[in-house]
């Protein structure tokens, strides 16, 4: 399974000046509840957030963000579209990686996740304690509400919507095992092979047993067997069946 996951900030300025080292924040930023609720298959999910980050030049001083973050409904995405979204100005290595999901197509399933935050869905405010005390403190107040869709992190003040990323990414695969179970229930992905085989094989009996109370579903048998193509693995059974038919 390849799982690609696509994060779009909207309304987020980060210039230069401001950025943190991306890999220092995702170090530091720990998810301390994710949401109970799997994200959505088939619609929109909002997931709600409680960010808290020390004040870097104080002590004792917890920066506290309420928001919401839209994520999108997983979208299929097909190995050769994402070998072609791979070569766009990579080299030789992703042209190969490229080649192999092409080579792999009825192994793989590619979903594509998306999510959006906006600084216009923020609340914020300072309190004046310890972290661990606050970090206790919303967590009860989180579990009381009885929302399969909150969430708590802890990470840095600047940038914060890396913090979130981090986030987002817990929560898609977590939700990837259900997405893909039930997008196979409504045939939208392929199945695993040995699977397939197994249904047809549970098929052509249920067929046979068809045809051996009613002959007159002997040619539907042979048509099914024709369409599988696997009519010469059948062939003595079925003309068995037809002679004793007679």
């Given at each position: 399974?390849?799982?690609?996951?696509?994060?779009?900030?909207?309304?987020v300025?980060?210039?230069?000046?401001?950025?943190?080292?991306?890999a220092?924040?995702?170090?530091n930023?720990?998810?301390?509840?994710t949401?109970s609720r799997?994200l959505?298959?088939?619609g929109h999910?909002v997931v709600?957030y409680?960010?808290?980050?020390e004040l870097?030049?104080?002590?004792?001083?917890?920066?506290?963000?309420?928001g919401?973050?839209?994520?999108h409904?997983?979208?299929?995405?097909?190995?050769?579209s994402?070998?072609?979204m791979?070569?766009?100005g990579?080299?030789?290595?992703?042209?190969?990686?490229?080649?192999?999901l092409?080579?792999?197509e009825?192994?793989?399933v590619?979903?594509?996740y998306?999510?959006v935050?906006?600084?216009?869905d923020?609340?914020?405010?300072?309190?004046?304690e310890?972290?661990?005390?606050v970090?206790?403190?919303?967590?009860?107040?989180?579990q009381?509400?009885?929302d399969?869709?909150?969430?708590?992190?802890?990470?840095v003040?600047?940038?914060?919507?890396?913090?979130l990323?981090?986030?987002?990414?817990?929560?898609?695969?977590?939700?990837?095992p259900?997405?893909?179970?039930e997008?196979?229930?409504?045939?939208?992905?392929p199945k695993?092979?040995?699977e397939?085989r197994?249904?047809?094989?549970?098929?052509?009996?249920?067929?046979?047993?068809?045809a051996k109370?009613?002959?007159?579903?002997i040619?539907?048998?042979g048509?099914?067997?024709?369409?599988?193509?696997?009519f010469?693995?059948?062939?003595?059974r079925?003309?068995?069946?037809?002679?004793?038919?007679?």
């Amino acid at each position: 399974m390849v799982v690609y996951n696509e994060q779009r900030l909207e309304s987020v300025c980060m210039d230069k000046k401001q950025q943190f080292d991306y890999a220092y924040a995702m170090r530091n930023t720990e998810v301390i509840l994710t949401p109970s609720r799997r994200l959505e298959t088939f619609g929109h999910t909002v997931v709600n957030y409680l960010l808290l980050s020390e004040l870097m030049d104080s002590v004792n001083q917890v920066r506290i963000r309420e928001g919401r973050i839209k994520a999108h409904r997983p979208e299929i995405i097909t190995p050769q579209s994402f070998g072609h979204m791979l070569l766009d100005g990579f080299g030789d290595e992703a042209r190969k990686y490229a080649d192999f999901l092409q080579e792999h197509e009825r192994d793989l399933v590619i979903l594509q996740y998306g999510f959006v935050i906006r600084k216009e869905d923020i609340r914020q405010y300072v309190v004046h304690e310890k972290l661990a005390s606050v970090v206790d403190q919303i967590k009860q107040d989180v579990q009381g509400r009885n929302d399969p869709l909150s969430a708590i992190v802890v990470g840095v003040d600047k940038p914060w919507e890396v913090s979130l990323v981090k986030l987002m990414v817990e929560v898609m695969q977590k939700s990837v095992p259900t997405n893909v179970r039930e997008m196979q229930q409504r045939n939208l992905l392929p199945k695993d092979p040995e699977e397939e085989r197994r249904d047809r094989e549970r098929e052509i009996e249920q067929e046979f047993k068809r045809a051996k109370d009613d002959p007159s579903r002997i040619s539907h048998l042979g048509e099914k067997l024709q369409e599988y193509g696997v009519f010469e693995e059948y062939e003595d059974r079925f003309f068995n069946l037809l002679k004793s038919s007679r």
